[in-house]
Nanobody
Framework: QVQLVESGGGLVQAGGSLRLSCAAS????????MGWFRQTPGKEREFVAA????????YYGDSVKGRFTISRDNAKNTVYLQMDSLKPEDTAVYFC?????????????????????WGQGTQVTVSS
């Protein structure tokens, strides 16, 4: 069983920055593919970013490319999402996700079905 705990959400003005963290339990974090998704009421969960075991490969959703950066620290069992140049449309609950199956890094990780563990989410609100 893997537990994921997000932190770092909050209220920020447009143009500002936030860094989300996701701490994971488990002794094999370095073999988990990690991802971030976001969701607003009445909408489907939207892919934000994903990162491979080593951190050497990443994917980003089109709406966040060039503004958000995903990274990980395997020694700390933590994945991060640095969010810069925030816009009001980035307002959402942000979820951390993990896949513990050790599959190769592919576009499957741009979809919620690619993951088998989820955090509870953290609210990010961007004011205009």
């Amino acid at each position: 069983q893997v537990q994921l705990v997000e932190s770092g959400g909050g209220l920020v003005q447009a143009g500002g920055s936030l860094r989300l963290s996701c701490a994971a339990s488990g002794r094999t974090f370095s073999r988990y593919t990690m991802g971030w998704f976001r969701q607003t009421p009445g909408k489907e969960r939207e892919f934000v970013a994903a990162i491979s075991f080593s951190g050497g490969s990443t994917y980003y959703g089109d709406s966040v490319k060039g503004r958000f950066t995903i990274s990980r620290d395997n020694a700390k069992n933590t994945v991060y999402l640095q969010m810069d140049s925030l816009k009001p449309e980035d307002t959402a609950v942000y979820f951390c996700a993990a896949d513990s199956s050790a599959r190769y890094f592919s576009t499957r990780y741009q979809f919620p079905d690619g993951y088998n563990y989820w955090g509870q989410g953290t609210q990010v609100t961007v004011s205009s």
